[in-house]
């Protein structure tokens, strides 16, 4: 089966973030994921949407990735690109929101395009933050400290 | 040549990229994603992001030679074009993508083709630099000297 999505192979302790992260495009999606990586999240990519769903246990197909009880596939955050062919991020931020398993997951939406009224309709829809694209390394910092607030 | 003089022009080459505007400060990044336990991932995105283009780039020219132009399909190409150009700071490429998208826009089959070209021109001189920048890297690392993240920065 083909699976659309990369899984990292290293299982560290559970205070670790583990972070789904999702772009249809592949330089992004690679760059994102090392982003986290260096900064010590667990990190497991998708290429669209949908793939995003059935990781988290919303697929149509309902493929029963037990996210709820196992601790390795438990996912502390997405973040995902807004523009994406097929389902957009927006719609991903708002099938998470309006799931019971999932709704306190923080989403936060990339974009490389700054129009306030996207951000404000993302924001206004749960999402946790609004990230500018290009991503540099301090962004995935200050969003760490961020979240990690949050949780303590 | 002497190591420190390959150092030196490796750097001042490097410096040229940005005061040319080939490269903007999202490139300083990548160095900034290596360690040990992946120490070729700027080489290895930035050859990633060489084909990737070079696949979007032959995708861009068929859709623009069909008789009926599909703009449905030739924005979303340049769209992810500007994306992987802006991500790892090749500032040209993607301002030539940002000139395009508006003509895309208007739906003028003409002025899409100028773009193309002026795309693929930049693309073209990008890849030209960086495999430049990379031979003299290698050149460097096989005369035993070594490269740091410092070198590129400024």
């Given at each position: ?64 990735i ?21 389902m ?44 500018q ?20 | ?54 696949r ?54 003409e002025a ?43």
């Amino acid at each position: 089966m083909e699976m659309g999505y990369d899984d990292d192979d290293h299982h560290h302790g559970h205070e670790e973030l583990h972070v789904l992260a999702v772009d249809d495009n592949l330089i992004d999606r690679k760059l994102v994921e090392k982003l986290l990586k260096i900064s010590s999240c667990k990190v497991t990519t998708a290429e669209n949407a949908i793939r995003a769903l059935e990781y988290l246990g919303l697929g149509d197909h309902n493929q029963h990735i037990d996210t709820l009880t196992n601790n390795n596939l438990k996912v502390n955050l997405i973040i995902t690109d807004y523009c994406m062919p097929g389902m957009t991020g927006f719609e991903l931020l708002k099938k998470v929101k309006e799931s019971s398993n999932l709704k306190e997951v923080p989403v936060v939406i990339m974009s490389s395009e700054n129009i306030p009224t996207r951000i404000n309709k993302c924001l206004a829809s749960g999402a946790q933050m609004f990230m500018q694209k290009p991503l540099k390394l301090s962004d995935v910092e200050k969003l760490k400290c961020h979240l990690m607030n949050c949780r303590s | 040549m002497e190591l420190g003089q390959m150092q030196k022009s490796l750097q001042d080459y490097t410096k040229s990229l940005f005061v040319e505007g080939i490269l903007d400060s999202q490139f300083l990044q990548l160095p900034q994603l290596q360690d040990e336990s992946n120490s070729d991932f700027v080489s290895q995105v930035v050859s990633l992001f060489f084909q990737d283009s070079d696949r979007i780039l032959n995708d861009l020219s068929l859709s623009l030679d069909q008789k009926v132009v599909d703009f449905e399909k030739v924005d979303p190409y340049v769209h992810q074009l500007k994306g992987s150009s802006s991500s790892i700071g090749a500032q040209r490429v993607k301002n030539a993508c940002v000139v395009f998208r508006s003509f895309c826009e208007q739906k003028n089959v003409e002025a899409c083709h100028r773009c193309l070209q002026q795309v693929k021109q930049e693309y073209y001189l990008v890849k030209n630099r960086l495999e430049t920048l990379f031979k003299l890297e290698q050149q460097i690392v096989a005369s035993g000297g070594m490269i740091s993240a410092m070198d590129l920065g400024f």
